[in-house]
């Protein structure tokens, strides 16, 4: 069973530039979700979505960070404009469902905003 | 709101011995997850072992077995007979079971070393 993937793996850009990531989660998985981990820290949820609808959106900063399913599988996470503490890992996660259900990580995405 | 606590930012043992990663947490609820993650280098986010809150017994996988303390809120993990492959950042992350939010909060981690 192949694993969650994300692309790409590193990206540097400079303040005030756009940015997407894409997450191609575990085959069958109806749910996704996009943490950001900042060097030192945990992972923090971002946003979760439910098959294309999204179940949480609370802590993402929705000024600048937007992020679609549209066909309830791939899911893309964009940064406009970027900022300096947006320099993180992204990381997405899928599982069956919600509820007891495993989170599996993908390899993340390592941004650098300069 | 829950909060998970790490208190170790890192830790060393040596190889073959036994070493324990330290976690608290704080909720009001009485129905949630417990999970520890092992974040290798290489950044994928593995599950090392995870308790339900309603069950008593200890969880245990191979060498990695829990201690948790319910009314202690403590929840620490055991790595016995550790190896080489073992170092890694560790996470402790708690997760609700209440509605459909599967909003897991994570502590900040604790980085481990296996000396040779």
């Known amino acids: 069973e192949a694993g969650v993937a994300q692309s790409p793996r590193y990206k540097i850009i400079e303040k005030r530039q756009s940015v997407a990531f894409w997450c191609n989660p575990i085959s069958g998985h109806a749910t996704l979700y996009w943490y950001q981990q900042i060097l030192g820290q945990g992972p923090k949820l971002l946003i979760q979505?439910?098959?294309?609808?999204?179940?949480?959106d609370s802590q993402l900063p929705k000024d600048r960070f937007s992020a679609e399913r549209l066909k309830g599988v791939d899911s893309t996470l964009k940064i406009q404009p970027a900022k300096l503490e947006d320099s993180a890992v992204y990381l997405c996660?899928?599982?069956?469902?919600?509820?007891?259900?495993?989170?599996?990580f993908g390899p993340g995405t390592r941004l650098l905003v300069l | 709101a829950q909060t998970v606590t790490q208190s170790q930012p890192e830790m060393s043992v040596q190889e073959a011995e036994t070493v324990t990663l330290s976690c608290t947490y704080d909720?009001?609820?009485?129905?949630?997850?417990l999970f520890w993650y092992k974040q290798p280098p290489s950044r994928q986010m593995i599950l090392v072992i995870r308790?339900?809150?309603?069950?008593?017994q200890n969880a245990t996988e191979n060498r990695f077995s829990v201690n948790f303390q319910k009314a202690a809120k403590s929840f620490s993990l055991k790595i016995s007979d550790s190896q080489l492959g073992d170092a890694a950042m560790y996470f402790c992350a708690y997760r609700s079971n209440r509605g459909n939010n599967n909003d897991m909060r994570f502590g900040a981690g604790t980085r481990l070393t296996v000396k040779p």
């Open positions: 909720t009001s609820e009485s129905d949630y997850y």
């Open positions: 979505f439910q098959n294309n609808g999204v179940v949480d």
């Open positions: 996660a899928s599982s069956k469902d919600r509820g007891l259900e495993t989170q599996y």
């Open positions: 308790q339900e809150a309603y069950k008593q």
